[in-house]
Nanobody, 125 residues
């Protein structure tokens, strides 16, 4: 089992940047494929990015490709989401998630067993 905790959210203006962090505790972090998801008010939770156990493979939603970068530091048991050129439509609660049931990156929320509490990101124009 693993416990996840996000940090780094906040309010920024259009075009700004934020870096989210998700610290894990519990079972060996490198065992898990990690993902970031987000949920805006009145909308369903949506996939943002995912990274493999080693960090060698990543996948992104089309809406964030080229602007967001997911990375991980297994020695620090932390996954990051660097968000650049933020837009108002990026406003949401961002969640990190972990799955030990897959060897490959996963874009579907149902594949993830563990979730953080979320961190709010607000982008204003």
């Amino acid at each position: 089992q693993v416990q996840l905790g996000e940090s780094g959210g906040g309010s920024v203006q259009v075009g700004g940047s934020l870096r989210l962090s998700c610290a894990a505790s519990g079972r060996t972090f490198s065992y898990y494929v990690m993902g970031w998801f987000r949920q805006a008010p009145g909308k369903e939770r949506e996939f943002v990015a995912t990274i493999s156990r080693s960090g060698s493979s990543t996948s992104y939603a089309d809406s964030v490709k080229g602007r967001f970068t997911i990375s991980r530091d297994n020695a620090k048991s932390t996954v990051y989401l660097q968000m650049n050129n933020l837009k108002p439509e990026d406003t949401a609660v961002y969640y990190c998630a972990a799955t030990g049931r897959s060897n490959n990156v996963r874009r579907d929320a149902g594949a993830y067993d563990y979730w953080g509490q979320g961190t709010q990101v607000t982008v204003s124009s």
